[in-house]
């Protein structure tokens, strides 16, 4: 996928994203790595839970379905496809780990280059009976990686590190602005046609697939946050691990299907998660905050 292949409107998001990366930096300081790579325990179970256990969970939803082939491997390739910085926004807004927020999204990135060409060709082998050559940009994931979400991140770290006031002050007007302007370029995104670089799918595919997409969604939630709690990585990390697992990068979703395997109906899967996967994060942030008797934007107590 080349530069002159993106739409106004994946440069639109793209561009929110960016600055929901800068707000997001401005709520931390170097010393917020620390402890991460101190005790990197969290992070590594994380990682290999994202790695692993998402795509065998969509495997076996997908294989029992009623899905035609091209839908079910759509649902693994979207399990594939880890948290981005939407969940760094919403780690934020909740108070959830943000600095193991931000390193997930960052490290996810680089092994999506390994782990998406591998478990996208077994996927193919197994439904199709043929594996397919797919190859990520190396040279385009790591400039995207820099500029979307560690460049501005570090530029936010580097404002609190030096102007702490200003930094405090911007958070709150950036916490509502970002998030009026990432919904808005959702909406743009959901609602435009297809040859505008929105998803053009119609209401009779999206209740056709939702059940399964939803089913995901919460199994892949559920486990985010309970593997954090059996691992005693206390409630903070553990909620934090389970919005990564819950939130996946359904653009990478789009690149993969689309635009590398050329198969609309592969992209399906994706375009429902994106339409709900926001919301249905919101929800559990506030179930977790409720069953541990929290204000929905308090800090946790571990």
Known sequence: MILASYSLI??????????IMLGVGLSLTPGSFKNLYLFPKPLLIGLASQIVILPIIAFIISYFSNMSLPLKVGMIILASCPGGTTSGLLTYYFKGNVAL???????????TLFTIPFIVNLSLLFYYGQATLV???????IIQIFSVTIIPAAAGVLIRTYKPVFALKAQKPLKVLLLVALGIAFIILFFAGKNKGGTGINSKEIFQILPYV?????LCTAWGYFLGIIARLGIRNSYTIGIEASV??????FLVAGTLLHNPDMEKPALIYAMFSF????????IIKKVHKLNMFSDFKS
């Not at 190859?135 to 994931?141: F, P, Q």
């Not at 996946?248 to 979703?253: F, K, M, P, Q, S």
């Not at 919301?279 to 506030?286: D, E, G, K, N, Q």
């Open 10 to 19: 994946d440069i639109l998001l793209s561009t929110v994203l960016a600055f």
């Open 279 to 286: 919301w249905s994060a919101i929800l559990y942030s506030f």
């Open 101 to 111: 927020s931000i390193t997930f999204t960052s490290i996810n990135s680089i092994l």
């Open 248 to 253: 996946h990068n359904t653009t990478l979703a």
């Open 135 to 141: 190859h990520l940009s190396y040279l385009e994931t």
């Open 214 to 218: 939803l089913l995901l969604n919460v």
